[in-house]
Structure formats: C-alpha cells, structure tokens
C-alpha cells in the first residue's frame, strides 16, 4: 500500500501545510508545531548459504509477486533486527538460524509501499525443515551463478551480486545474537563506511 501524505495533526487536529523543515518541505502543524516526518521502515533479512548455494524465497504477494528475494521483512515495533532477521527466515523458509555476521546495510527506494533500510545479516542454520511459508510460495537454494532472472527488489540484487563477488559480511561475537535487547544497533562492515545519522533525533 502506497505511502499517503498527512493532511491533518496527529496531535491536534489542524490542517497541515507545508513549511521549510531542515532544508525541504514537510507537512507541519501551523497550531502546534509538530511536523510529520516521513521516515524510511526498517527491515531485516538473511543471506542463507550452503552447498547448494544461497537461499531465496519466491513472493506471494504484490508488490512484485512471484519474483524471488531473500528472506527478509519489516521490523516489529520494539524487535531487533537480529531477531526480525532469524523469524522471518523461520516464517518464510522454515528454517532456524543463528546470525554470525552483518552483511551489509542498503536503502530501499522501489518499493511503492514504503522507502526501506535493509538489514542483512549472515546466519547460520541451526534446525528447521524447508518449506515456504507465510507470504512465500517457494524456497529453494541457487547457486550464485545461476540465480533467478527476477530479484524483487534492488537493494537484494546489490547484496547478490557482493555476495557473488566474494563479500562475507563482517563477523558477530558470539554473545551478539537475536536476543539483543532493543535499540542496541550492530557493527558495521570495514568495507564499508559507517552510517551516520544526518537528521534530529526524534
């Protein structure tokens, strides 16, 4: 579901117009000031790798049904990542997991629902049996030169192709796992430079 502009303060009610915040032009509340920000979804994810190569879930649902990803979803309200991560592996796939890693960071522009920073991890399976599930309608391993022509989305094919190029993603300590209480954040990959908050914090 597209995104919808604010027309109306969640606080009190009046009609929102549109003011210079920080540089661009935001909805804002002409009686009280609060300024409705539209902020990119968290999102979390799994690159799965074995033998058989890396494991992909095939979409149920629009948008882009019937194209493949990595198992991968939005984040709970008060969920780490590390745990989003490893449940939707275990909803989409079947499988249990264990995060060793970080792969990498990505913002999601072309999704017609939200904007999204992906985050995906490294894992290893602990326990599970393979089966689609939840919004997924097939799951199965690839090997990385021979992956499906229909990758969903593009921040998933940017971390295929590292993931082909031979990026692993940076390792986790052992206690660094799913039960990381929430707001804790994880490191991030030296092959990359670390992200910084560039707005107020709210």
Sequence with gaps: MPLLNARFCPRCGARLVMRDEHGRPRPTCPECGHIAY???VPAAGVILTGRAGVLLVRRKFDPRAG?????AGFMEYGEAPEKCAVRELFEETGLRARVTGLFGVYAGFDDPRVRAVLILYTAERTGGRLRPGDDAIDARHFA???LPRLIAFAAHRRALEELRAGHR???LPPSTDAARPAGRGSWPSPNRPALRDRGRPR
């Design 38 to 40: 539209r902020n990119p």
């Design 67 to 71: 194209a493949w990803c990595l198992p």
């Design 144 to 146: 990385l030169g021979r």
């Design 169 to 171: 993603g940076i390792s």
